[in-house]
Structure formats: C-alpha cells, structure tokens
C-alpha cells in the first residue's frame, strides 16, 4: 500500500459549469474538504452534500464500469469516477465541464440520445447455425479481436472527442462515430456472423468523414485501440469492396473476400 | 438530435501543452522537406563506393555515379532520385499515422484533442482530394517492392573492392533499411493484407501468425516512421560528408 | 399545485411494462416481445448502464464445456446447499436446468465468452460450485451480458423510457392497471398504462455504507411491491460479499472478483496465515480441502482433491474475514490480504482479471500482479425480495410479476457467486413470458383512478415545495451509518432494535426533507423520493432479521451463533396490511423426495444427468 505517495490536499477548488444552456450558463468555484485517494466525482458529492445539493451530475457505479459519468476535466474528456485528484495539478483549481457535442440537459449533464439513435441503425449479429450438438465452436485466437471491442462501456467520449461531431453540428446525420465503428467492427470481425455491412458502414454510417485523428483512441477509458484495430481495419476493408480493383478481380475469380460470401444488411432489416 | 451552439466550448478549456505536438510535426517534417529538396535537385555526390544514399536509389539514369541494375535504364537527364521519389512520397503521404499527424499539425481538423477545428466546413475523406487516400494500399505494393531494391543495396554497402567489410557507412545503411522494413511492414494495410481481412483465423495458423507479427510491430508504426525518415537523412548526410571529403569512414575490410 | 396541474403528464399505454433495465429487465422484455405484446423497458439510468454491468466473474451454467461430471443435478445440489437448504427448491431445479440454453442464447445474440481450447465456452471455477462451471468474459461478464441483450431489444425495437423513475404502481380492484413516475431529465410526470407489469429492479445495497452498490439500489421494486400488496420474503438474509476494496476510503466496498480466488488467490491475515482452513464449517467439511497442498492441487485435478477453503460459499468467507480481523490479525486498513501475485504470473493475472489489474493500478496504486492487496467484506446482494411463484415468477397481485435481484426464492439464505446473471436471464426469461401471456388474456389496461395520481403526485412534489427542511444527503449519510453499523454481517437484538428506532426517526425526517431547486434534472429531489424506498428496504430487513432467531446464511447472529433446525422450515414473510407492516412465519414448500435426495446426499458428485429442459 502506498498511500504515501498522494499529494496531501486538504481541499479542493472546483470551477464546476452550472445552468440549463451554454450561454447563459457559467462556471461556478467552491471549494471543499477532501481525503486522499480521492476521485473528480467524490468531490461532486461533496459539492452536493456541502454547497450545492440541486448540481446536477449522471453517474451510476463509481468504479468505471458503467460509463455515465464522462464530462470534460480541465478540458479533457474523461470519466470522473477514474480521475483521481492527484493526477491533475494540485495549485490551480479543477475545470469540470460537460461534453461538449451533446444537447445540454443541466450543469454537467447532457442529452446523449444522439448515441442510442445511432444504434438503432446498425444491423444486428446473425450466427452461422450451430454444430449439430446444438453449440457453437469459436476459437480464443479469432474471439480476442473481438473482445476488446466488447470492452466498451458506452460512455461515448470518443462521440464526444470526435471533431467530426464536435465542430461540425451538420455532419451528425451522416456519420456514425467512433463508438459504432468499434460495434460495427465487432460485428463485421465476428468469426460467425453471416452478415455483410460495408456498404452500409461507407455510405450511411459515413466512415469515410473519419480522419483517423485518433482522439477517440486517447479518450477511450477502457483502451480499446478504436482507430488502428477497428476504424483502420474497416476502412481497409471498404477499400477492397471499392477502391480496389484487384481485390475486385480476385473476388470474381476466387469468390468472396472472405472465407464464404456474407449476405448484405441493410438498415431497413435489424 | 437537435443541438443549441456552443459558445462556452468553444473555448479551449485544456491546460497543457496541447500544441506542442503539432509544433513538432510542423518542425520535423518542415525540416525533413527542406533537406529532401535540397538533396533531391543534387545532381552528384550520392555516391561513395560501396556506398549509395537511400535518396538515390535505384540509381538507373544514364548519368548516375554508379547503376542499381548493373547499367542505365534511363536517359541522362533524369536526376536519379526523380523517377522514384514519388513512391516514398506516395506511400507515406497516405500513410495512417502521417494522416493523423498532418491532419492535426497543417490541416488543424483538429489541431488537438477537444480544440477546435480552424474551419468550418468538414468532409474528411469522403470527397476528393482527401478521397484518394484509398490508394494507400498500391502504395504500399510499390514502397514493399522499393524496400527490396533499398536491401539489395545496403547488402552492397558490405561489399568493398578488397572484399567483404563493414564499414560505419555500411551500419547506417543497414540500419536504414531495417528502419524503413519495419516501417513498411507495420503498415496498417499490411496488417489487412497479412490476414486482418479475414474474420475466421481457426485452421489458418500461417495467416494468424503473421497477422500477429504486423500487428505487434503496428502499435509502433509512427515511432518507426520517425525513425525511417531520420536514418534517410542520416545516410544521405553522411554520404555526402564524405564525398566532399569533410569525414572519412571508418571501416575493417577482411579481404 | 393544483390537481389540475398535476394531471399534466406524458402518457402511454403497453401491454407490459418492464421496471428496471438490468438483465432481467432486458431478458423480460425480450421474451414479452417475442410472444407479441407491446413491450416498454423503463429505467432510472441511461440504457445499458444498469448494476448488471458491474457483475464481474460469470454466468454459472452446467454447460458440461470443461466438466463432464456435471450436470443440473450437481447444479441444483450446488445452489441449496449454498443457500443452506431454505432457497424455493423448485426455482433452483428451474434454474440449474435451464441456465445452459440461456447461456447459449446469449451467445447467439452476440455475447462473446472465452473459449476453451475446442472452441467451447470455457467455465471457472467459483464458491460453492462443485465444478468449474461459470462461463465467463475475463471479468467483465455482467457488461458482456447487459451489453448483449440491450443490442438484442434495439434489434427488436422495444421501447426505453430512460432516466425515468417510477414511484408508483396503480392498482384497479386488486389486479395491475399502471405505474406512475417523472422523468429525470425534466421532472415532468409520465402514467404508463398496462395489461401487466415485470419489476426487475434489482437490489437494495444503497443503504449500507460499504457496498459494491450503485445509487441505483435503493429498493424501489420492493417498495413499489409491498404498496400494491405483494409479499416480500427472506429480507433479512444480505450477501456480504467477502472481497471488496478497503483503502482508499473513496473506493471503499468497491467489489474485487470472487474470480481473483477462482483463478488461485489464496486470502492471508496480517502473519501472512491461510487462515480460512480454520474456518471450514461441519456442514462443508466432506467436500473442502484441509491442507494448503491438497487446496493447491485441487485446481488442477478435482477428482481427486477437495475444493479450497478460500472458495467456501460467501456468506462462510466474509464471516471468516471479520473474525480474522476482529482478533486483530487484521491489515493496516482493517481488512485482509488477497493474494494471487506470489501464485499466478503477471501475464496470467492481466489476461483472466483485466479490469481488477486496472482498478486496483488506477484507484489505489497497487499492482495486483506484484503484492497482495487488502479485502474486506462489503455489502452486495439482496438474497430475499418479492414472493413470486416458481414457474410464473408471478406475485401475490394479479398482473404483477417480479425476477431478478428483487424476487426472492431462488437463493435462500445465501447466494453462490455466479448464480445471479444465471438467475436474470432464467427469470427474467420466465416473467416475460407470463407477463405476455397473462397481458394477452386482457381486453384493456384496468381502469385508473385520478385521485391516486393526484396523491402520487403530491407526495412527489412536496420536497420541492417545502422550505428549510430536512437535507436528504444528511438523511442518506445517517441511514447508511446504521445500517453498516447495527445491521451489517453480525446482527444481535440490542443493535436491530436501536436501529430500528433510527430508522423510523429517519421516516420522520423525511416527511419534512425538502430539495432545493426545480424537479429539472435535481439530484436533491430525487434522492428525497429514493429515501422514502430505501427507509421501506431498512426496516423490514431490520425486523425480518430481529424476527430470525438463529444464524444461518447471509443472516448472523451475535447472540444466537447457530443454526436451529426450527428456522430451516419456514420463512420470514412481509406483507403490508391497513398500511401497516406485518411479519410472519411462513412454512418452506415441500420437496419432492427425488430431489430433497440430490440436495442432501452426503459429499458425493451424483451422477450427471444429461441437461434437460422443462
């Protein structure tokens, strides 16, 4: 244990944004007790309990399981029950925003519907039937891709990070995001999936707008590597069905790009 | 999915040295340019027996100090790095991490993480021009190939008139090329190519391993992109230093 | 405010409702949904963030992948020893037989769990379970199953009424009409109308102090039950889940994977003893280790060594930890040492428990693949809740069913780990499928009546209208200082009873709690409508547990240390009478003798049936 090395704070000062819209609304200051081994969101509650009982704050497991509590700390999407006091700079007071691409509710929460309107367009899984003892076989080499996608916790700061989303309001209609590219490269990497989406994740879920900036990458608070091991791999993917002409030619002599031609998903069928 | 402005965002609400980043981008490729100019319109100097800058190679004009293939398959006016100077350019242009970078460094979309981009409009690479970096996969067929011809002459780079010998010319040379492999071979196309492209890896142990091995060496692509295009300018430097007799190479020839 | 204004409200009408959006919510809804009735999930959190997704070491199912050996019978045998023989013997015959298919179904629908080298789903070894049986995701099971089955509802198009609070449940002569609630994100009041109505609401951890909790845990399912007059049963039996985090006090009750002992970590006090081998109780002792080397090969061969202490039933290991630590053998921080660094390498340790290596990196600055690391015991799981019917999971109200965390039965007196993500998707399974079934034999939602909403609506927002009144966080902080204190692990009938007085003060303050602010997005406000569930949680399980004379379980008592044959005939009912409380015994219902058999038979593995399915 080594508890020895924390900074000794014996309070903190948080600059918190508070109100119901961005222009109106403005950063507030308190200043509160802490202890050590603090997190950003102890010292919400603390704001609460002590100053101000009505800020709002969405948060749910406090362990970084969960996802909910993402805000921007000192101008970094991060999430606030992982941030711990002694990682920022003890002089200066804490920034504590919310995410800036998304519909303000109040003070530190905001409208992600954005994200779950965006799932409902992403065609779900469909397996290959089971053997015939009614199990499936998946080997731990082909599955480990796949997994780290499944580490997502959907706390979408790589939605919010996304510059694509972040500074261009109007291109959120076209473009999917970081998170549904990470589920979509669940779905298209799946050893047994019968189904093939990439058409749909070029033309309607926008890949293409990415530019491979990786902030989504940085954000991500699982480590999930979105942009080399999911983004990459689709656009590569997207190139062979399109921009390539010899993956074309090899299509027509030797079948399908993979091992077995999958059936093309579109919106409409979920 | 309505969204009001946001004016208190767009304020850059980091503290740390954010643009410290895209300043080295802007430096080191800034200064990478201006010397592989400088260099490129040379007409002589590039060659020092056994020893043949990378930005020469393969020497095949007819005025070339020495022939990559044994004679000229080309005519005299072409300046040896010319005919194939735009495959590097090409291949690392549209490289995945170079994008990153400039994106970030000249194009500022975005210039960092959670600050705002410099322009309004986006279509990132939906519409052309940025649309062609789809072809990055053909430039890596070429770069894959160039590799080749760069190994075939850092092999060379062992064979003095005495003989066999290793000279520190020689090391750069090698070191070169093992930094450009590992560049090339870390590509993120070379990664599909080498079984990313598959969804099935059961009962293909060769492709899985191979997968694997890019894929271990990915993780480091920009390190060695930096890395290549360092030991590039510290080949040609030195050869050049030595032509003009400002060094000489230290070098055990066993004869 | 004016009854006029308070009916201003959203509205909407389904066939079923689903509270709760955990895993038995999901499975529930999926089930409601495929048998064709109009189906709406709500949920106080966003979508998919539910207390399913902290569920971190597995899925228990005998799936036979890595033991042949076992079957359902073994399962069953499993989980009513584990719940010392009081569990509903017919829901844990159901459970054990039909966890496999669920099993598989969920992988059908995406879920990706490890594999075992013939490209099975691999199964772990956890407490209490026989054979390594739980099948798995490193350990983050419980967010690869919320995860799955919320993409299978997007893919079915349910409805999700998110960040939605229900407070009420109305009721038209006797049978289920509707629920009443707000919405969190603007205040505003919604009446849900419904043939049927599925409570998955999951536990009641909130009002502990130390707990693997989240806030949503305050009980709402059981309260919203016990109103409409469902009865609740075994509320004094809580799972002390024997590892959570001890330092620092921010992560305090954060819980640490029984699956860091599923894969070797061996639990030492301050001499670096294994003392969990002075702690096998008789009822155990035929099928646990008594030597640190029989313990050890015991992962490797099963046969022929008997299980590991460190891997007794919960409620045995937390009870051990806090008499290690009561006789000051205890580490710095009041806790005892896990270790598993010294027994597993790094790359092991990193590849089975990624998010423990991270959690413990990240909020306490130890490495879990280098030293040992302090655990105690830390409030988690609520063994009892509403009464339901074995097959139907229906309730005592006509209309209503319950499964999941909030239903009682299938774990009695104490749960084994591993059982509860089976428990949601089994359940949760079964209550959708009555839901539908009963809700397709309605022509209409039942009737409601507009004074109840005018009340419900009163009594919402009265914390808002009232001035300078009592501070709910204070309210909260004093409930969940004695609960930890006086009805934690060891309970004795001094401490119920002074927490019992507390409790009921707590009731009168809340009556004059107020919130400041609007109902907009409020934290105060909504923690003011939680407490009123979270005070109904505390004093029944404080009586309940003042009630049960004896120890048995997740229920132990200073002064009456052992377990009375008496007690293992009935359980302790709750049901609300004139607006009143009212506790009683009532008998266990009778097992076939087949089964009583299987559950009983001394040490021995039974011979596996084959998985069948009823």
């Given at each position: 244990m080594t508890e020895t090395t924390e900074q000794v704070r014996r309070d903190a000062t948080v600059r918190v944004f508070r109100g119901e819209d961005r222009t109106s609304g403005q950063f507030v200051e308190y200043t509160v007790p802490v202890d050590p081994g603090m997190v950003v969101l102890d010292v919400m509650f603390r704001v609460q309990q002590m100053r101000a009982p009505d800020l709002a704050v969405r948060w749910n497991c406090k362990a970084g399981k969960c996802g909910s509590c993402s805000a921007e700390i000192n101008g970094r999407p991060k999430l606030m029950c992982m941030t711990r006091l002694s990682s920022l700079p003890p002089a200066e007071p804490i920034t504590v925003a919310p995410m800036a691409t998304f519909p303000l509710v109040r003070d530190l929460v905001t409208d992600v519907s954005f994200n779950y309107e965006k799932a409902k367009t992403i065609p779900a899984v469909r397996l290959a039937p089971p053997g015939p003892d009614g199990k499936r076989r998946m080997f731990q080499e082909e599955v480990d891709r796949v997994q780290e996608f499944h580490k997502?916790?959907?706390?979408?700061l790589c939605q919010n990070v996304c510059h694509v989303i972040r500074d261009h309001e109007e291109n959120k209609e076209a473009y999917a995001g970081p998170r549904f590219f990470v589920k979509l490269a669940a779905l298209e990497m799946h050893p047994l999936d019968t189904r093939d989406r990439i058409e749909m994740i070029r033309a309607r879920e926008g890949l293409g707008y990415c530019n491979i900036t990786k902030c989504c990458t940085e954000v991500c608070p699982e480590s999930i590597k979105i942009t080399d091991n999911a983004i990459i791999p689709l656009k590569e993917r997207v190139v062979s069905e399109f921009y390539d002409p010899l993956a074309w030619v090899k299509r027509r002599i030797f079948g399908g790009p993979d091992d077995g031609a999958k059936e093309p998903a579109a919106v409409a069928d979920r | 999915m309505a969204t009001t402005a946001l004016p208190a965002q767009r304020r850059v609400l980091r503290r740390d040295l954010w643009w410290l980043e895209p300043l080295f981008i802007v430096v080191g490729l800034g200064l990478f340019v201006v010397y592989a100019f400088v260099t490129g319109v040379q007409t002589s100097g590039y060659h020092y027996a056994p020893y043949l800058s990378p930005f020469a190679s393969p020497c095949i004009s007819a005025n070339c100090e020495t022939y990559s293939f044994g004679r000229a398959l080309l005519p005299a006016w072409f300046p040896p790095a010319f005919f194939v100077v735009w495959i590097p350019v090409a291949f690392r242009a549209t490289c995945y991490f170079l994008r990153r970078s400039y994106y970030r460094a000249?194009?500022?979309?975005?210039?960092?993480?959670?600050v705002p981009d410099a322009r309004s409009g986006y279509t990132g690479e939906t519409a052309f021009p940025f649309i062609l970096q789809n072809v990055h996969r053909y430039a890596w067929y070429l770069a894959a190939l160039l590799w080749v011809v760069d190994l075939y002459d850092a092999l060379l780079a062992f064979h003095f008139p005495a003989g066999f010998g290793i000279g520190l010319g020689s090391v750069l040379m090698i070191l070169d090329v093992v930094f450009l492999g590992l560049y090339v071979f870390s590509c993120h196309s070379c990664r599909y190519l080498c079984g990313g492209y598959l969804d099935r890896f059961h009962g293909k142990p060769v492709w899985h391993r191979m997968w694997s091995a890019v894929s271990r060496i990915n993780t480091r692509h920009g390190v060695f992109f930096w890395l290549s295009l360092l030991f590039v300018v510290l080949t040609d430097l030195y050869i050049r230093l030595l032509v003009a007799g400002v060094i000489t190479d230290p070098r055990i020839v066993f004869g | 405010m004016s009854a006029a204004q308070r009916a201003e409200h959203d509205e909407a009408t389904y066939d079923v409702i689903v509270i709760g959006g955990g895993g038995a919510g999901l499975r529930a809804a999926i089930e409601a949904t495929a048998q064709g009735a109009k189906t709406a999930i709500v949920c106080k959190s966003l979508f998919g963030k539910a207390h399913t997704v902290m569920a971190e070491g597995g899925m228990a199912a005998a799936l036979r992948n890595v033991w042949p050996e076992d079957g359902w019978d073994v399962h069953f045998r499993d989980t009513m020893r584990g719940g010392k023989l009081l569990n509903n013997w017919r829901m844990a015959q159901i459970h054990a037989q039909e966890s496999p298919d669920r099993v598989l179904e969920l992988e059908e629908w995406g879920a990706m769990f490890d594999r075992t080298p013939e490209g099975l789903i691999l199964q772990r070894d956890f407490g209490?379970?026989?054979?390594?049986?739980l099948a798995h995701v490193g350990d983050r099971t419980g967010l690869e199953l919320i995860r799955t089955l919320q993409y299978r509802a997007v893919e079915l198009g349910i409805d999700v009424l998110m960040e939605c609070n229900v407070q009420r449940l109305l009721l038209d002569d006797g049978h289920v009409a509707g629920a009443f609630g707000y919405w969190r994100q603007t205040g505003r009041f919604i009446l849900l109308r419904a043939k049927a109505i599925v409570l998955a609401t999951g536990g009641a951890g909130r009002s502990w102090r130390v707990t693997t909790n989240s806030w949503e845990s305050t009980g709402d399912g059981l309260r919203l039950a016990l109103e409409a007059g469902a009865d609740l049963m075994d509320m004094e039996f809580v799972q002390f889940h024997p590892t959570g985090m001890v330092w620092p006090l921010s992560v305090r009750g954060l819980l640490v994977t029984e699956g860091v002992r599923g894969d070797g970590g061996t639990l030492k006090n301050k001499n670096g003893e294994r003392f969990m081998f002075n702690y096998i109780p008789e009822f155990f002792k035929a099928e646990t280790a008594d030597s640190e080397a029989e313990a050890d090969r015991w992962y490797q061969d099963k046969k022929n060594n008997r299980r590991t202490p460190d891997l007794l039933p919960r409620d045995e290991v937390a009870r051990a930890i806090n008499s290690e630590v009561k006789a000051g053998r205890g580490t710095p921080h009041g806790g005892v040492w896990l270790d598993i660094a010294s027994r597993r390498s790094a790359d092991y340790i990193k590849r089975r428990l990624p998010s423990m290596y991270v959690q413990f990196k990240e909020l306490a600055d130890v490495d879990i693949t280098k030293e040992a690391f302090e655990i105690g015991p830390t409030c988690h799981y609520f063994m009892g809740g509403i009464r339901v019917e074995a097959d139907s999971a229906a309730t005592t109200v006509r209309g209503l069913f319950a499964a999941g965390e909030c239903a009682a039965g299938l774990h009695g007196a104490n749960r084994l780990g591993g059982n509860s993500l089976s428990d949601l998707v089994v359940f949760g399974r079964r209550a959708g499928l009555h839901a539908a079934q009963f809700a397709a034999a309605q022509r209409a939602p039942g009737a409601v009546d507009p004074s109840d909403l005018d009340a419900a609506a009163a009594r919402m927002l009265a914390p808002l209208e009232?001035?300078?009144?009592?501070d709910p966080y204070a309210i909260q902080s004093d409930l969940q200082d004695t609960m930890q204190d006086l009805v934690g692990l060891i309970r004795t009938q001094s401490e119920l009873d002074e927490a019992l007085v507390r409790v009921r003060s707590y009731r009168d303050r809340l009556s004059r709690v107020s919130a400041r602010g609007d109902a907009k997005y409020n934290p105060a406000w909504n923690l003011s409508l939680d407490l009123d569930s979270m005070l109904t949680v505390s004093e029944v399980c404080t009586r309940a547990a003042s009630m049960r004379t004896e120890s048995r379980g997740g229920h132990t008592r200073d002064d009456f240390p052992t377990a009375d044959p008496e007690w293992a005939k009935v359980n302790v009912v709750v049901r609300r009478k004139d607006g009143e409380l009212s506790l009683q015994t009532e008998p266990l219902p009778q097992m076939p003798a087949d089964l009583k058999e299987i559950a009983t038979g001394e040490g021995k593995a039974t011979a596996a049936a084959a998985p069948q399915t009823t």
């Open positions: 997502c916790i959907e706390c979408f | 000249f194009f500022w979309s975005p210039p960092a993480c959670a | 209490g379970h026989r054979y390594a049986r009232r001035q300078d009144g009592e």
